[in-house]
């Protein structure tokens, strides 16, 4: 999973990028549900296994569902 696969998905469920954090992060958030993450923006470079998880557990969507 990369950044855009990532804003993609997140996008899809509501969320929206509300701000930049420290370096290359975003803050994305869902007002509806008050749920936020933090992806980080590293270009085509895939992000790391658990961080992976870790945006999927924030969005509320499992694996599977992706898969």
Request: charged share 25%; with cysteine; net charge positive.
């Amino acid at each position: 999973m990369t950044y855009k696969d990532a804003a993609k998905l997140a996008a899809g469920q509501g969320f929206y990028c509300a701000r930049t954090a420290r370096g290359s992060h975003e803050i994305w958030r869902n007002d509806a549900t008050g749920a936020q993450t933090t992806i980080p923006n590293h270009g085509n470079r895939p992000l790391k296994r658990k961080t992976a998880k870790a945006i999927l557990e924030d969005l509320g969507v499992s694996l599977e569902d992706v898969l």
